[in-house]
Nanobody, 125 residues
Framework: QVQLVESGGGLVQAGGSLRLSCAAS????????MGWFRQAPGKEREFVAA????????RYVESVEGRFTISRDNAKNTVYLQMNRLKPEDTAVYYC??????????????????WGQGTQVTVSA
């Protein structure tokens, strides 16, 4: 049974930082691209960042470029999202997801096969 468990969310002031973690089990983690998505109230789930199976390729939505960094540790079956210079518009539930796609890590929600339950990130003005 595949499980993705996010942690590290919370309440932070604008300009602050948080580091999200996603621990994976029940799959061969090193064979999967990993992604982070977020969903704000009343909005669709949107892509935030993704990393290829070996960490060689990363992709970001334009709004977080230069502020967020995705990384992974295959020995620990964990993917991370370091979020710096947070803004109120970053407030959302953040989800990690796993994709069997090879090559460039995918951007689309439908390209990911497994999902975590999410962790709330709230950025106050």
């Amino acid at each position: 049974q595949v499980q993705l468990v996010e942690s590290g969310g919370g309440l932070v002031q604008a300009g602050g930082s948080l580091r999200l973690s996603c621990a994976a089990s029940g799959l061969t983690f090193s064979l999967y691209s990993m992604g982070w998505f977020r969903q704000a109230p009343g909005k669709e789930r949107e892509f935030v960042a993704a990393i290829s199976w070996n960490g060689a390729s990363t992709r970001y939505v334009e709004s977080v470029e230069g502020r967020f960094t995705i990384s992974r540790d295959n020995a620990k079956n964990t993917v991370y999202l370091q979020m710096n210079r947070l803004k109120p518009e970053d407030t959302a539930v953040y989800y990690c997801a796993a994709s069997r796609s090879w090559g460039q890590p995918p951007l689309g929600v439908d390209e990911y096969h497994y999902w975590g339950q999410g962790t709330q990130v709230t950025v106050s003005a």
